[in-house]
């Protein structure tokens, strides 16, 4: 039993498939369109590669070795948190 799906699909694939028979296979091409659709893909990969090496360069690797004392950053944000007069 065919569901309503596969049904509609083969009511669309009947006249596509007489019509095969007036083109030349040898002359059938993506055309502008196709070209079109390419430029475009190839475009946006070329967008996000350039976004994406701009963003790994913001990264830092270097890793702390394990037992060291914290980054001088965190232990300046640390001390000026707790201690200190507040100024309003």
């Given at each position: ?15 596509l ?23 475009v893909?190839?475009?946006a ?26 980054a ?5 944000a ?7 007069k507040?100024?309003?």
């Open positions: 039993m065919m569901s309503a799906t596969a049904s509609l699909a083969v009511t669309h694939l009947v006249p498939a007489a019509a095969g028979d007036d083109l030349d296979k040898n002359k059938v091409t993506p055309g502008v369109l196709g070209f079109i659709v390419f430029a893909i190839g475009a990969v070329w967008l996000l590669m350039k976004s994406m090496t701009k963003h790994m360069k913001r990264v830092d690797f270097e890793e702390a070795p394990e037992g060291a004392a914290p001088p950053a965190a232990a300046a640390d001390s000026g948190a707790g201690g200190g507040a100024t309003a």
